[in-house]
């Protein structure tokens, strides 16, 4: 099978570069190019294609093994871009990022409404302590337990989000002071880093946001990876701290746990009984929300980029990262001022920034084929086999025959 080569263009496709395949004739392997019209025609390609993916028949599995056994270079088309890709900000510009935009927007705002006038609403109704026995929250077992008293479910999750709502609204309003703040030189990177915050961080987090969102920190992935950054922040500072912050990890977690499986409970029965369409909406974006699969897989691909081999990163990686997005966020309203209305192109690319344009942004592609053929030009030229020491090279022993004479 032939090396498949692709690159994201303007339109979201891929566009196949120049093949490289090899075929097996008698006990040689020869190396040739393919196009593309030639490689998947009716006999070479034979799998089931469905969208963009397919399944490779026997053959084109064996070919592929063979090329890639002798030769290993499977990442020869990618190359990280070393000016931060800022010179291709103006390909992410497409009017599709009006759609996502919006999709954003309505998402806030009916969270927010939701929230703010739900949680009011339970607040102002109701007693606020349950007299009834029993109950299946873990909250309300802990606090008769050690209180003699529940709090009403309904209420605790209300004051909850109420909190969490207040939070996000300093969290906004401090962002959008740095953005402001424009006095000295020094102050162009604080404020551009408070834009990227502010569009790619708390406008994500409060589109979702709910008591709910405390079940994200204990989803399996997301756990396991900060417990191992957690364990090797232990291990390079040599437990001088005596494991103090990691078991401040672990209490933190588990209660977010607690936190996030009662209001789940709350709200699922609350939704399934309002009987209201925007309620259930609402619920079933929250819960959706609960684990960010955009942010996360963001943030995983800023880790392989930043972190590094020891997928792990330091605070000056993390300084060069919070620069990257500033200066990036700095570029966006740049080439948005190429566009009639300004602003509305920067909010709407802004709002729409997702993982596609940070690896769009970050990873430059080259000519495959000849980047493989000089590869593999270079490991022949390798495993040819020096002359042996106790032969003299040609030219010498000319020389010695022509003193000779």
């Not at 090329?67 to 088309?77: A, D, I, V």
């Not at 996000?168 to 102050?187: E, G, Q």
């Not at 994200?216 to 701290?241: A, C, H, M, W």
């Amino acid at each position: 099978m032939a090396a498949w080569q692709g690159r994201r263009g303007g339109t979201g496709g891929l566009h196949p570069q120049p093949l490289v395949r090899k075929q097996a004739t008698g006990s040689s392997v020869q190396t040739q190019l393919s196009s593309p019209k030639k490689w998947f025609g009716k006999r070479a390609f034979t799998g089931i294609q469905v969208g963009r993916h397919f399944t490779a028949t026997t053959e084109e599995l064996g070919n592929a093994w063979i090329q890639h056994e002798e030769h290993p270079h499977f990442f020869t088309s990618l190359k990280i871009a070393e000016n931060g890709g800022f010179a291709n900000v103006h390909e992410i510009f497409v009017p599709t990022r009006y759609l996502w935009a919006l999709l954003m927007i309505g998402t806030l705002v009916v969270n927010i409404s939701v929230l703010t006038y739900g949680n009011i609403r339970a607040l102002m109704t109701g007693p606020w302590v349950d007299e009834s026995e029993g109950g299946f929250l873990i909250s309300s077992f802990i606090l008769q337990n050690y209180l003699g008293k529940k709090l009403q479910p309904v209420k605790f999750v209300a004051v909850l989000e109420l909190v969490l709502m207040s939070a996000f609204s300093i969290w906004i309003a401090v962002n959008i002071f740095r953005m402001c703040r424009n006095r000295t030189k020094k102050d162009v990177c604080w404020r551009w880093q408070a834009a990227a915050h502010l569009f790619w961080d708390v406008l994500p987090e409060l589109s979702t946001c709910s008591a709910m969102r405390m079940l994200r920190y204990v989803n399996p992935q997301v756990f396991l990876l900060d417990l191992s950054n957690e364990i090797t922040g232990v291990v390079e500072r040599k437990g001088s701290k005596m494991c103090v912050p990691l078991l401040w990890f672990l209490l933190r977690r588990l209660v977010a746990l607690i936190v996030g499986f009662d209001a789940f409970v709350v709200k699922f029965s609350a939704a399934a009984d309002a009987g209201r369409l925007l309620n259930a909406f609402a619920f079933l974006n929250q819960m959706l929300g609960v684990v960010q699969v955009a942010r996360l897989s963001r943030r995983r691909l800023i880790v392989y980029i930043f972190g590094g081999k020891d997928v792990f990163m330091n605070q000056s990686e993390e300084l060069l990262q919070h620069t990257w997005h500033a200066m990036l966020a700095y570029r966006v309203w740049v080439v948005s001022g190429n566009f009639r209305i300004r602003i509305m192109w920067f909010l709407a690319v802004m709002l729409s920034y997702s993982d596609y344009d940070f690896q769009s942004l970050t990873l430059n592609t080259r000519d495959a084929s000849a980047s493989l053929a000089a590869l593999q030009e270079t490991d022949r030229a390798k495993e040819e086999p020096d002359p042996p020491e106790d032969v003299e090279p040609i030219s010498d022993r000319a020389q010695i025959w022509v003193h000779d004479l």
